[in-house]
């Protein structure tokens, strides 16, 4: 969907290139694990299956992403394949396994990073660090002629095609998983978000030589925020939704049992009779 989108933005005029290649890269990465769980709570969705989702998608996207980005793009004269998969071993791969390595082998890291004040705000300082030497590689070598009206327009683009989204997963949930309200908020979510903390430096990995880098990056660093702006905006209605649909099937449930032991009493008097 977003490769048919960014193809028919630049036979339009109403992107670059760069940005619309950067727009089927953003498309291609995995979920945001924090920023979904914490959405899907505040809707009142089924934190499990986000949990579940998210960290396989980031699991498998350190192999499938680079696919598909190379997939839908190709391999460009800026792509050294040796490079590219050494470069997402050290930057992607290992950082991830050690985590997870540090997580269930070292006793009470989980509990000491999610209570650590300093740790998280390091890596907020470390994620602001890396955004900015990012643009400021761009402005050093004065590669680019993107304006701000290419910038808005891909940010208009971005909210139709989260929009679409959107719109399909919660169809596509009511229709197969109809009697679960939960997990239509769960997915609602997953649908659309992206993650900047591992997006970032696999794209670094695959394109770091690349004139376009900072246009390759831009699209995942507008759509990062614009995920939890529209996170916050819909995340009320969608929790009122839930409320009110386990209400319906906890009523229909009642009803239903209320039946059954009327029927049960029924059938009883009439074996007694």
């Given at each position: ?106 006793p009470g890291a989980r509990e000491s990073c999610f209570d650590n004040y ?156």
């Open positions: 969907l977003v490769y048919c989108i960014s193809n028919l933005t630049v036979s339009g005029g109403w992107l670059p290139q760069s940005l619309a290649d950067g727009l089927v890269i953003c498309s291609c990465l995995p979920q945001a694990i924090c920023t979904v769980i914490v959405l899907t709570k505040a809707a009142g969705g089924d934190e499990a299956a986000s949990i579940l989702n998210s960290a396989f998608s980031n699991l498998i996207g350190i192999v499938l992403s680079p696919v598909l980005i190379l997939g839908y793009l190709g391999v460009s004269s800026h792509v050294d394949e040796g490079e590219v998969m050494l470069k997402l071993s050290m930057k992607v791969a290992l950082p991830l396994l050690a985590g997870q390595a540090v997580h269930h082998f070292v300093r740790l998280k705000k390091a890596q907020e300082y470390a994620m602001v660090f890396i955004i900015l030497t990012t643009f400021s590689n761009l402005f050093e070598n004065g590669s680019g002629t993107t304006g701000l009206l290419d910038v808005i327009s891909m940010g208009v683009f971005q909210c139709f095609v989260m929009g679409v989204l959107s719109f399909w997963c919660w169809l596509s949930l009511r229709l197969f998983f109809p009697g679960q309200p939960r997990l239509h908020a769960s997915g609602l979510f997953i649908c659309i978000s992206k993650t900047m903390p591992m997006g970032i430096p696999l794209i670094n990995a695959l394109y770091g030589e690349d004139p376009n880098l900072a246009f390759y990056t831009l699209p995942l660093l507008m759509w990062y925020p614009l995920t939890i702006v529209m996170g916050i905006f819909i995340a009320p209605r969608v929790l009122e939704y839930v409320t009110r649909q386990e209400k319906k099937l906890l009523a229909d449930s009642e009803i239903d049992g209320y039946e059954y032991h009327e029927m049960g009493r029924a059938n009883q008097g009439h074996v007694i009779v």
